[in-house]
C-alpha cells in the first residue's frame, strides 16, 4: 500500500477517535482517575500524532507555496514538519492563556503533544524509509 493511502487512512480513523473522544466519552463523564486524565490529554496526544501523515497525505505531489515548505520527502522534511508542528502546538496551547477564547492552559497538553509528535516522528520515518527500501532496486 502506498504511504499516501496509509496517511489517510491513519489521518481519517485517528480524527474519527479524536471526534468520538471529545465529543462523546468525555462530554458523558463515564470515569474518572486515571481514565478520565487519560481522556483528557487523548485528543492532544492523537492529533499530534497525525500531524505527519496530514501532511503527507495533503501536501504530497503538490507544487504551490505551501506544499513546498510541508512536503515530506526526506528525514530532513520529516524533521521541519515536525519541528513546525511542534511550534504550532506550543503557539496553540499558550494561546489559551489569553481569557477571550475561553479554553484552559495546560503543560501536560504540551507534554502529551511532545510524545505524540515524537511517536509519530518515529513511525513515519520507519514507514518513509520501507517504501524507499522497498523502490530501491535489487542488484544481483
Do not use: H
Not at 90 to 106: A, S
Amino acid at each position: 500500500m502506498q504511504l499516501k493511502n496509509i496517511s489517510k487512512r491513519f489521518v481519517l480513523i485517528g480524527t474519527m477517535v479524536i471526534w468520538i473522544i471529545k465529543f462523546i466519552l468525555r462530554p458523558l463523564q463515564l470515569v474518572e482517575g486515571s481514565p478520565a486524565f487519560f481522556l483528557g490529554i487523548a485528543p492532544n496526544l492523537f492529533g499530534s500524532f497525525l500531524i505527519p501523515f496530514g501532511a503527507y497525505w495533503f501536501f504530497s505531489g503538490r507544487n504551490f507555496w505551501v506544499a513546498r515548505i510541508f512536503r515530506i520527502e526526506t528525514a530532513y522534511d520529516l524533521r521541519l514538519v515536525c519541528t513546525l508542528g511542534f511550534a504550532m502546538l506550543v503557539v496553540n496551547e499558550y494561546l489559551q492563556m489569553i481569557p477571550f477564547f475561553g479554553r484552559t492552559f495546560d503543560y501536560n497538553d504540551i507534554f502529551f503533544s511532545s510524545a505524540g509528535l515524537l511517536a509519530a516522528y518515529l513511525v513515519f520515518g520507519k514507514l518513509q524509509s520501507r517504501k524507499k527500501e522497498s523502490y530501491q532496486p535489487q542488484e544481483a
